[in-house]
T-cell receptor, first 112, second 115 residues
């Protein structure tokens, strides 16, 4: 499974746009990129998933360049409640995955 | 539509004991995965069950075992508990056989404390 690298922590202020970049240089052809959000003592919550170019849903956007060696999660106009740990995962269909590896994630702190 | 549920929410055990954690997947899901999350770390994959069989396994000892029932619910069993087994245990469910990537949905977790 492709290893991912994310910043350990980021700070932002309410109302700002936050971009968290994940590097995955060894991504395989059939791998998807998925982002999760986790609050303390809760299970990770699915945010967004993509394969290439740009994906947007009601909470975030995911930008994936043509070489797919990195991806950027964009959170528009963050609020205090967006303070959480964000995980980037890369993998294919679970049947072919030997592991679902979460890294340490990026701890986002949103300040008033 | 109920999401993934887990029981119990919290549990305290002593070293050497055995524990069983339970998980009910999201409606329509047939695959269940279990993760261990130590404080301050990301979740670590334990194993995955599909069609009542263990399909994949992470780097965990045989003390960790599981089961999946015909209704797709699952149990995680840990024998001979160690202090280091104290963690948040997460269950995630997904739907197999689809053309799209199998997004995993996580339950709230069971907090296990081993004394």
């Amino acid at each position: 499974l492709a290893k991912t690298t994310q910043p350990i922590s980021m700070d932002s202020y309410e109302g700002q746009e936050v971009n968290i970049t994940c590097s995955h240089n060894n991504i395989a052809t059939n791998d998807y990129i998925t982002w999760y959000q986790q609050f303390p003592s809760q299970g990770p919550r699915f945010i967004i998933q993509g394969y290439k170019t740009k994906v947007t849903n009601e909470v975030a956007s995911l930008f994936i360049p043509a070489d797919r060696k990195s991806s950027t999660l964009s959170l528009p106009r963050v609020s205090l409640s967006d303070t959480a740990v964000y995980y980037c995962l890369v993998g294919g269909v679970s049947y072919n995955n030997n592991d679902m590896r979460f890294g340490a994630g990026t701890r986002l702190t949103v300040k008033p | 539509d109920a999401g993934v549920t887990q029981s119990p929410t919290h549990l305290i055990k002593t070293r050497g004991q055995q524990v069983t954690l339970r998980c009910s997947p999201k409606s329509g899901h047939d695959t269940v995965s279990w993760y261990q999350q130590a404080l301050g770390q990301g979740p670590q994959f334990i194993f995955q069950y599909y069609e009542e069989e263990e399909r994949q396994r992470g780097n965990f000892p045989d003390r960790f075992s599981g089961h999946q029932f015909p209704n797709y619910s699952s149990e995680l069993n840990v024998n001979a508990l160690l202090l280091g087994d104290s963690a948040l245990y997460l269950c995630a469910s997904s739907r197999s056989g689809g053309a799209d990537y199998e997004t995993q949905y996580f339950g709230p977790g069971t907090r296990l404390l081993v004394l």
